[in-house]
Nanobody, 126 residues
Framework: QVRLVESGGGLVQAGGSLRLSCAAS????????MGWFCQAPGKEREFVAG????????HYADSAKGRFFISRDNPKNTAYLQMNSPKPEDTAIYYC???????????????????WGQGTQVTVSS
């Protein structure tokens, strides 16, 4: 069992920066791939970024490439999403998730992740 708690959300101006954190409980954090997803009002939850269990591999949605950066600190049981130059269309609830990776590719679909945080709201003003 893994419990995930996100933090760091809030109001940010377009072009600014924000760092989200995802603190995990348990002693098996370093065996899970971590992902960040977002869900805007009226839209489905979608993949933003993922990082392999050891941080050696990352994958981003096209909308996040070059602006957002995912990282993890295994000794601290924490994953991060650095959001640079956010846009108003990035406004959403951001969720972190943990899942077992069985193939080389980092998972991008919701069903591949077993544990989810409660989400943190990010609002980007223009």
């Amino acid at each position: 069992q893994v419990r995930l708690v996100e933090s760091g959300g809030g109001l940010v101006q377009a072009g600014g920066s924000l760092r989200l954190s995802c603190a995990a409980s348990g002693r098996t954090f370093n065996s899970y791939t971590m992902g960040w997803f977002c869900q805007a009002p009226g839209k489905e939850r979608e993949f933003v970024a993922g990082i392999s269990y050891n941080g050696g591999s990352t994958h981003y949605a096209d909308s996040a490439k070059g602006r957002f950066f995912i990282s993890r600190d295994n000794p601290k049981n924490t994953a991060y999403l650095q959001m640079n130059s956010p846009k108003p269309e990035d406004t959403a609830i951001y969720y972190c998730a943990a899942g077992r990776q069985f193939f080389l590719a980092i998972m991008t679909t919701l069903r591949d992740y077993d544990y989810w945080g409660q989400g943190t709201q990010v609002t980007v003003s223009s």
